[in-house]
């Protein structure tokens, strides 16, 4: 058991190695372009993923960074982040939504009109920028001024990349949203493009203003570079997951409810310990409802509770209602990927309740179930008398009975021929008290 357990934190430290996910970059005798693939939630591992990204490019004297775009949307602070770096970036950076089927909703719009050149697939959409209230619930003044702090800001990364601000307001204040063909007509970007060969042919020659200065794009005989999230990354934007973050938090319990049931067993303990920790880590970046996560934890103890308290299911189905309404309730968004599936809530219910239920059963089951040891073991049993047994209503009579492999002296009120059997009503002290079977 203790390999196992070195092994698994072994694996689990890999969570906090940064492991280089960028290739080895030829120097500058062969010019190149570094492609970054996000598709996913805006969070603060994407927004490091490209940061670093952004960072390899300057670094590496790279002719462009590409920034291959599909997302819902995300943290607002994540995305600032990343415009902040792009806006000091030196080097063109292209956001190009694709592949077809691909949007830059919500953040992902605010990125798109951030980009030095601005690209879209067909097949593909963008906006639907207003602010979602990722925490507690606002009052009307104060949604009005973050409406208007992101529309602000929209309108000026439209201004300084000469993309339609008009739009740009509306697509935060009225959640519009336009498919790549109107967005085309409209300024909002500057391409459309099948694929990222042909987005390479149609920027050639652009001049873009970066960081420094101007600066005259040339693609010719240009080499990409595809750079991966690292398997740090990969494994922290996984655990970003609100199904994720949901799985892991009830694994935690599961694991301390198994260790405090069966204390020694060390295992579930620790493997609970650590999935609460990693479910804490992943939902400090989403907005958790506090009264939700009570009623998990209240559901847990209930759950305990009905181990140790025989309540004939009661308290178990007081932990399945809390159980559901807490998952329900634990992360108050709007917005659809920020909230826990219905369909991962409801089987996770179902199996919890079937668990419990199965406990509470077997425990009633062994509590009803006729003692089989000891004294009590005893009454009900049929035995054969191997002596006469003379007794009668005022004066019993003695003898002896064979039972369980073992002769016992038994007394009746009955009369009772040797080798007649007998069932056994009572006992007082070692001697039995039986009567005639009928």
Same mark, same amino acid.
């Not at 650590?274 to 970046?285: D, G, N, T, V």
């Not at 759950?303 to 178990?316: N, R, W």
């Not at 077997?362 to 008398?385: D, F, M, N």
């Given at each position: =058991?203790?390999?196992?357990?070195?092994?698994?934190?072994?694996?689990?430290?890999?969570?906090?190695?940064?492991?280089p996910s960028?290739?080895?970059l030829?120097?500058?005798e062969?010019?190149?372009?570094?492609?970054?693939?996000?598709?996913?939630?805006i969070?603060?591992?994407? $927004?490091?993923?490209i940061?670093?990204?952004?960072?390899?490019?300057?670094?590496?004297?790279?002719?462009l960074l590409?920034?291959?775009?599909?997302?819902?949307?995300?943290?607002?602070?994540?995305m600032?982040?990343?415009?902040?770096?792009?806006?000091a970036?030196?080097v063109? !950076?292209?956001?190009?939504v &694709?592949?077809?089927?691909s949007r830059?909703a919500s953040?992902?719009?605010?990125i798109?009109?951030a980009?030095h050149?601005?690209?879209?697939?067909p097949?593909?959409n963008?906006g639907?920028?207003?602010p979602?209230?990722?925490?507690?619930?606002?009052?009307?003044?104060?949604?009005?001024?973050?409406?208007n702090?992101?529309?602000?800001?929209?309108?000026?990364?439209?201004?300084?990349r000469?993309?339609n601000?008009?739009?740009?307001?509306?697509?935060?204040?009225?959640?519009v949203?336009?498919?790549? %063909?109107?967005a085309k007509?409209e300024?909002?970007i500057d391409?459309?493009s099948?694929?990222?060969?042909l987005?390479l042919?149609?920027i050639?020659?652009?001049?873009?203003?970066?960081?420094?200065?101007?600066?005259s794009i040339?693609?010719?005989?240009i080499?990409?570079?595809? +750079?991966?999230?690292?398997?740090r990354?990969r #494994?922290? %934007?996984?655990?970003?997951? @609100?199904?994720? $973050?949901?799985?892991?938090?009830l694994?935690?319990?599961?694991g301390?409810?198994?260790?405090?049931?069966?204390?020694?067993?060390?295992?579930?303990g620790i493997?609970?310990?650590?999935?609460? !920790?990693?479910?804490?880590?992943?939902?400090?970046?989403?907005?958790?409802?506090?009264?939700?996560l009570?009623?998990?934890l209240?559901s #847990?103890?209930?759950?305990i509770l009905?181990?140790?308290?025989v309540?004939?299911?009661?308290?178990?189905l007081?932990? #399945?209602? /809390?159980?559901?309404?807490?998952s329900? =309730?634990?992360?108050?968004s709007p917005?659809?990927?920020?909230k826990? /599936?219905l369909?991962l809530?409801?089987?996770?219910?179902?199996?919890?309740?079937?668990f419990?239920?199965?406990?509470?059963?077997a425990?009633?089951?062994?509590?009803r179930?006729? @003692?089989?040891?000891?004294?009590?073991?005893?009454?009900?049993e +049929?035995?054969?008398?191997q /002596? *006469?047994?003379?007794?009668?209503?005022? &004066?019993?009579?003695?003898?002896? +009975?064979?039972?369980?492999g073992?002769?016992? *002296?038994?007394?009746? &009120?009955?009369? !009772?021929?040797?080798?007649?059997?007998?069932?056994i009503t009572?006992?007082?002290?070692l001697k039995?008290?039986?009567?005639?079977k009928?």
């Amino acid at each position: =058991m203790k390999k196992n357990i070195s092994y698994f934190l072994i694996l689990l430290s890999l969570l906090f190695l940064q492991i280089p996910s960028y290739p080895e970059l030829v120097s500058g005798e062969v010019r190149h372009a570094i492609v970054l693939k996000v598709d996913g939630v805006i969070n603060p591992v994407s $927004a490091e993923y490209i940061i670093n990204g952004i960072k390899e490019a300057s670094i590496s004297n790279a002719e462009l960074l590409i920034i291959q775009l599909d997302t819902p949307g995300g943290l607002d602070t994540s995305m600032r982040m990343i415009i902040k770096e792009m806006m000091a970036s030196g080097v063109p !950076i292209v956001v190009y939504v &694709s592949p077809s089927g691909s949007r830059a909703a919500s953040a992902g719009a605010f990125i798109t009109i951030a980009a030095h050149i601005a690209a879209m697939s067909p097949g593909t959409n963008i906006g639907a920028a207003h602010p979602v209230n990722m925490g507690a619930k606002m009052d009307r003044e104060m949604s009005k001024k973050v409406e208007n702090d992101a529309a602000a800001y929209i309108v000026s990364l439209a201004k300084k990349r000469g993309r339609n601000e008009t739009w740009a307001e509306k697509a935060v204040r009225k959640s519009v949203s336009i498919s790549e %063909d109107e967005a085309k007509k409209e300024n909002v970007i500057d391409i459309v493009s099948e694929n990222i060969n042909l987005l390479l042919k149609e920027i050639n020659g652009r001049k873009v203003e970066v960081e420094g200065g101007a600066k005259s794009i040339n693609t010719e005989g240009i080499k990409l570079k595809y +750079v991966e999230m690292s398997l740090r990354q990969r #494994i922290l %934007d996984t655990l970003s997951n @609100p199904n994720i $973050a949901y799985m892991l938090m009830l694994l935690g319990f599961y694991g301390l409810f198994f260790e405090l049931s069966n204390p020694g067993a060390i295992l579930p303990g620790i493997v609970g310990a650590i999935s609460l !920790i990693l479910a804490f880590y992943s939902l400090q970046a989403l907005p958790v409802n506090y009264a939700g996560l009570l009623l998990i934890l209240l559901s #847990i103890i209930l759950f305990i509770l009905e181990i140790k308290v025989v309540s004939y299911g009661a308290l178990t189905l007081g932990g #399945i209602i /809390s159980l559901v309404l807490g998952s329900i =309730m634990l992360i108050e968004s709007p917005a659809p990927y920020m909230k826990i /599936s219905l369909y991962l809530i409801l089987p996770a219910a179902a199996g919890t309740a079937a668990f419990f239920l199965f406990l509470v059963g077997a425990g009633i089951k062994v509590q009803r179930k006729k @003692p089989t040891t000891g004294k009590e073991g005893l009454v009900g049993e +049929v035995g054969i008398t191997q /002596s *006469d047994i003379m007794g009668s209503a005022g &004066s019993p009579g003695d003898g002896k +009975v064979f039972v369980h492999g073992e002769l016992w *002296d038994a007394h009746s &009120s009955d009369e !009772i021929k040797s080798g007649s059997e007998v069932v056994i009503t009572g006992v007082e002290g070692l001697k039995l008290q039986v009567k005639v079977k009928v």
